[in-house]
């Protein structure tokens, strides 16, 4: 039996294997394993870190990094919240194999993705998939605290029923005012209703949940494609990147030498562009910052268009040469994108385009 840890309790360090005391699932293929150690030494890390795992697999031992699902005012015990993907190797062991009394060596905690010392900002947690367990970390320190945090908390995935820690985020928003949250579903159950946001995350739908995102620190955990997409429509509304910090599935940063410097497209409003409209016969120099549509209006030729912010479709047309760099909230399907289509609306010029209209 693992004794309870004393206020004067020793930190835990990697020298002592970690037990672990309970296994919870999720979601489908998730799972939250606890850990304590065996001294009941406590745990030192910052919300948001990752634990490193030794696990015994048939054909030789893997290491795998998993971020601490837990808050650290919780210090007695650590979580580690998994999802199996189709090629998981390490992840599969552990929800297959993995049960409470059974010991694994452990490194850390280490990462620099993590809140401040002293957390007292307002917050806008973006993540997709298992990308929730770093939020889940900061989110759940800023809620025992036993202040009103600032949070406003976006989580996206295929489905309800793959919402991870839904219940919990419900009921710690339910007793926290501060803490608003958002959930955004690609698609519905069978036989479930869903009354809350369904599509692909987009500028709309951001600007619908967290009106304030320009005054606050941002978060961002999920596939790599899903955070590229976050990015983007940051850096369209102007976002302040300084603020952004992201954490990465496959390589979390331990030091600042493996943060990842990313090379978003940003548009120059002195970059010289150019638009031919090649039916009409007609070309008009731009800028990068200037849009299709905008270019199409001015110079009088007939591209119709509805929304303006790439939600409608309507300003579809098919691009025959050049590039774009076209941010969009919905209105064209990846299917049209890779046949060479446009939304002319939110699609602006890199050098020279070419459409037919």
């Not at 002592?16 to 939250?32: G, I, N, R």
């Not at 793959?162 to 690609?186: N, Y």
């Not at 955070?227 to 030091?255: G, K």
């Amino acid at each position: 039996m693992i004794p309870m840890p004393q206020r004067d309790s020793p930190v835990w360090s990697d020298d002592e294997p970690l037990e672990c005391v309970s296994v919870l699932p999720e979601a489908p293929s998730v799972k939250t394993f606890s850990f304590r150690p065996p001294s009941g030494a406590t745990f030192v890390y910052q919300a948001g870190q990752f634990i490193t795992l030794d696990l015994p697999l048939p054909g030789g031992n893997v290491q795998r990094t998993y971020t601490i699902s837990s808050s650290p005012i919780s210090n007695a015990y650590i979580t580690v919240t998994v999802k199996a993907q189709p090629d998981s190797v390490g992840t599969r062991w552990m929800l297959d194999h993995l049960k409470p009394g059974m010991r694994l060596k452990a490194y850390g905690p280490a990462g620099l993705f993590h809140l401040p010392r002293e957390p007292d900002g307002k917050y806008l947690f973006i993540s997709a998939g298992s990308g929730v367990t770093p939020m889940m970390s900061m989110a759940t320190t800023l809620y025992e605290r036993g202040e009103d945090p600032d949070i406003c908390f976006i989580q996206c995935a295929r489905k309800p029923s793959e919402l991870i820690f839904r219940r919990k985020l419900e009921f710690m928003s339910s007793r926290a005012i501060g803490l608003e949250l958002h959930f955004v579903v690609g698609e519905s159950d069978p036989y479930e209703i869903w009354t809350g946001y369904r599509g692909k995350f987009n500028q709309l739908m951001l600007g619908l949940m967290c009106s304030d995102y320009l005054e606050r620190d941002i978060y961002c955990c999920g596939p790599e494609g899903f955070m590229t997409t976050v990015r983007e429509i940051l850096i369209s509304l102007n976002c302040d990147m300084d603020r952004y910090h992201q954490e990465s599935f496959a390589t979390p940063a331990e030091t600042k030498a493996d943060i990842t410097e990313f090379d978003d497209p940003v548009l120059d409003e002195s970059a010289p562009a150019e638009i031919v409209f090649a039916k009409s016969d007609v070309s008009v120099a731009c800028h990068e910052t200037d849009t299709v549509l905008q270019m199409a209006k001015s110079a009088n030729v007939p591209l119709p268009s509805g929304c303006t912010i790439g939600l409608c479709g309507t300003c579809k047309v098919k691009k025959r040469a050049g590039e774009v760099h076209m941010i969009h909230n919905g209105g064209i399907s990846d299917d049209d994108i890779e046949a060479g289509y446009i939304l002319a609306c939110c699609s602006h010029p890199i050098g020279r385009v070419e459409v037919e209209a």
